[in-house]
């Protein structure tokens, strides 16, 4: 042991010294877990932490002044205490991104999946080293934790080490966690340590040492009183700024620790200042021929992913239960298992939400990851595709089965709203190809975009190819797929990925002076020169999509799509009772433009 636990206490007292002092600074913070849960941190940054090589994640993101405090002890880069919760500064939850934060969290639940993931990129790239993660009762209250509890404990990730900061308390009062967590924990395949003292770093640190020896992932219970030392110490006021200034410097003065500055400054000096690299690599760009006349687009992206993987791109697969089904698993997929992590797809089972975290988890440890589920059920997913969205984090999503004509399996199984939210979302490419070549351009975009995840949305049905003329340039997001014959252009449909069949038939039946643009990224259309935009959308301008109208009046004069629920049927069938046909269509259409 490096520090002993006096050296720990004096430490863990610099920690709260320093976290309430950005929390005095802010007016605006959270109080209880800095004085409850600063041993913690204190133990794991000072004697078990190896720069450059583990990982922690706090999931717990409300104790993010905690957090600033330790990594400004330990000679990270980061801003200024006083800057905490201020425009420029540090911001009010960790944010992936900050010399030292491996995650951003602050969704409860979130920072549990990461750390299983950043513990599975390890694993994966053979990189050694452990993740070590403090959750709070709130994280462990939320669905999410014990998915991706479950898996972890499936994985056998035995180089993770997750640290309950038990203090029975959350907002609203008595924390509602479930009744036997550590039974939960141990059932899922954990090694589960129960009771140890926030303050009793002997223990503490024997657990952390025994933690390197276990063969299963460990669980630490760890007993803490919210608050503590202030007037609110156990109660849910605790929590938040429920003390004013006054009380606020005097918990400061109270805390200042000279030996414990002089202690992280050892940590400090000793640190070998170094950050984990990523392994991102060059993307192949196999050519793509494909003669089929009929195919869906989750078989054409199916058949690219495994030129891609054959091609010897680095990347990690996987699927919340339907790799076949969404074309995710392929004949290059080779299964990640407890003790052979030498492959490049994961069953996640059906997790989608942890699945999604757990991708998050990857991208941050360098990995590049895909998964994939139905475009319905990325509703499961969408709190931590936001996640990567912010983070600036390359993860790729399969959305197949994308519009009513799945069929049968009925509404809950038919994307309507889906499309539409997702394109909502900021920092995210979303891309809906029609054909062979925007499917391979899909995944060339996705890949080579290392700043921002991608969603690439993909249909069951098989339908008519049409093919994207050759001097056409998707550089943009967009291009003319079939354009008019006259010479004047009175009418411009927009369509995107197995609608753009529908929209040329219904062209056809209006006449010469109808062009007819697939547009399969929005993002990277709007982005472009407004001359480009002018030029390509000339006209009356029409949007046919099956899903959601609202958005595509941006672009648009008159949208064609499905603001209602579907219903139970043959694909095509449902799609003609929506609406959806060329006939119903081109009526409509001329109708609008007199």
Not at 93 to 120: F, K, M, R, S
Not at 178 to 207: E, T, Y
Not at 308 to 316: E, F, P, S, V, Y
């Amino acid at each position: 042991m490096r520090f002993n636990a006096r050296d720990l206490t004096d430490m863990s007292n610099a920690v709260r010294a320093n976290a309430l002092y950005a929390i005095y600074s802010a007016h605006s913070g959270h109080v209880g877990i800095v004085l409850g849960a600063a041993g913690i941190i204190t133990t794991v940054y000072a004697n078990f932490l190896r720069r450059g090589l583990d990982r922690f994640v706090l999931s717990a993101g409300h104790g993010s002044a905690m957090l600033y405090a330790v990594l400004k002890l330990a000679g990270y880069d980061i801003p200024d205490l006083d800057s905490f919760r201020k425009i420029g500064g540090l911001p009010g939850h960790p944010e992936y991104g900050i010399d030292g934060v491996d995650a951003t969290t602050g969704p409860l639940g979130q920072g549990v999946a990461n750390a299983v993931g950043l513990a599975l990129a390890a694993k994966i790239n053979g990189m050694g080293g452990r993740v070590y993660c403090l959750c709070s009762d709130g994280d462990l209250s939320e669905g999410i934790s014990y998915e991706a509890i479950a898996f972890a404990g499936r994985m056998g990730l035995d180089n993770l080490v997750l640290l309950w900061d038990d203090n029975g308390i959350t907002i609203d009062g008595a924390a509602q966690t479930p009744i036997d967590v550590s039974g939960v924990v141990r059932a899922c395949g954990w090694r589960v340590v129960d009771n140890v003292s926030a303050d009793d770093f002997d223990r503490l640190n024997r657990v952390l040492v025994d933690a390197k020896r276990s063969h299963h992932p460990v669980f630490v219970q760890v007993k803490s009183v919210i608050g503590m030392g202030s007037r609110l110490a156990g109660t849910a006021a605790a929590h938040g700024l429920a003390l004013n200034d006054d009380e606020l410097l005097k918990l400061m003065r109270q805390y200042v620790s000279g030996r414990g500055e002089a202690a992280w400054a050892q940590v400090a000096a000793g640190t070998v200042k170094k950050n984990i690299q990523k392994t991102y690599t060059i993307v192949p760009n196999p050519k793509f021929n494909v003669r089929d006349t009929e195919i869906s687009t989750r078989e054409l992206s199916a058949k690219y992913l495994d030129l891609l993987l054959g091609a010897g791109a680095n990347l990690i697969g996987g699927s919340a239960d339907l790799g076949k089904n969404t074309g995710a698993r392929v004949e290059q997929s080779r299964d990640i298992v407890p003790g052979d992590f030498n492959g490049n797809y994961i069953n996640y089972g059906v997790r989608e939400h942890a699945m999604s975290a757990i991708m998050n988890g990857l991208c941050e440890g360098g990995v590049r990851a895909y998964g994939s589920t139905f475009l319905v059920f990325s509703d499961y997913m969408r709190p931590s595709i936001r996640i990567a969205a912010l983070s600036g984090l390359p993860v790729i999503y399969l959305f197949s089965h994308d519009s009513v004509a799945v069929g049968p399996d009925g509404p809950t199984h038919q994307p309507i709203e889906q499309l539409a939210g997702l394109r909502l979302m900021p920092n995210i490419n979303v891309l809906r190809p029609c054909n062979a070549r925007e499917v391979a351009w899909a995944w060339q975009t996705a890949l080579t975009d290392v700043v921002r995840p991608s969603a690439i949305i993909l249909s069951r049905q098989k339908f008519l190819q049409i093919p994207t003329p050759a001097n056409s340039d998707l550089t943009y997001g967009a291009c003319v797929i079939r354009d008019a014959t006259a010479c004047r252009v009175r009418l411009t449909i927009i369509s995107t990925g197995s609608d753009v069949p529908l929209a040329i038939a219904v062209a056809d039946k209006i006449g010469p002076s109808v062009r007819v643009v697939s547009m399969p990224c929005v993002e990277l259309f709007r982005k472009s020169p407004m001359r480009y935009q002018r030029d390509l959308l000339r006209g009356y301008v029409v949007a046919i999509e099956s899903g959601a109208t609202a958005a595509w009046f941006e672009f648009a004069d008159a949208v064609v799509g499905i603001d209602r629920f579907g219903m139970s049927g043959d694909g095509g069938d449902v799609m003609r009772a929506m609406g959806m046909d060329a006939d119903t269509i081109a009526v409509d259409i001329c109708r609008k433009m007199k």
